[in-house]
């Protein structure tokens, strides 16, 4: 089965850069997924990493270690829209994905 | 691009009767899922299908839930007799092979 785990809520500062970590233990691996949803509306993608390291993208970067099950998103020069739950999901072999519960970011000015 | 497009956007019903809730992936996706969400168990995923074919449907609660895709182009998702306890968001999403999966909007699913 799968266990991914992140932090429920953070709050962090308009401008500043915040880490939301994910550890996972899961029965099959085939990379790992970083999705944005905002109160009342659908997931929308924004990162994705199979291999060992920092995937960057503009404001956002992702990192893995498949070692340690560990991956983080780095949000960088926070704005009051990236407000936001940030979720993370781990693909199995057979294209399923499962989600973490989620980790509520609240940016604050 | 017509992203993932569901409907009802929002439903409304008493308990024991019938819910169908309809999605039309986007068109070249091969690969379609179904989800639902809730506070207390977060993002769930129900059932999946690869080229119209149901792959793992383990996610399904119960035998009152039940999903068909009769062609690439629309799923629908029923519940028969719906229970309070399935007031949730219930998501498709479809994918191109392994690219990541696009979500539609939801639809809104409220049990009295």
């Known amino acids: ?109 | 691009d017509a992203g993932v497009i569901q409907s009802p956007r929002h439903e409304v019903t008493e308990m024991g009767q019938e819910v169908t809730l309809r999605c039309k992936p986007i068109s070249g996706h091969d690969y379609l899922f179904w989800y639902r969400q809730t506070m207390m168990r977060g993002l769930e995923l129900l059932i999946y299908f690869n080229n119209n074919v149901p792959i793992d449907d383990s996610g399904m609660p119960e035998d009152r839930f039940s999903a068909k895709m009769p062609n690439a182009s629309f799923s629908t998702l029923k519940i028969q007799p719906s229970e309070p306890r399935d007031s949730a968001v219930y998501f498709c999403a479809s994918s191109f092979y392994n690219q990541p999966q696009h979500f539609g909007d939801g639809t809104r699913l409220s049990i009295l």
Request: glycine letters at 12%; one cysteine or more; charged letters at 15%.
């Open chain 1, 1 to 109: 089965g799968q266990n991914i785990d992140q932090p429920t809520e953070m709050t962090a500062t308009e401008g500043a850069i915040v880490q939301i970590n994910c550890t996972y233990q899961t029965s099959g691996f085939n990379g790992l997924f970083w999705y944005q949803q905002h109160a009342g509306e659908a997931p929308t993608f924004l990162s994705y990493n199979v291999l060992d390291g920092l995937e960057e993208k503009g404001r956002f970067s992702s990192f893995l270690s498949r070692s340690k099950g560990y991956s983080y998103l780095l949000l960088k020069e926070l704005q009051m829209k990236d407000s936001a739950s940030y979720l993370c999901a781990v693909k199995n072999a057979g294209n399923m994905l499962t989600f973490g519960g989620g980790t509520r970011l609240m940016v604050k000015p």
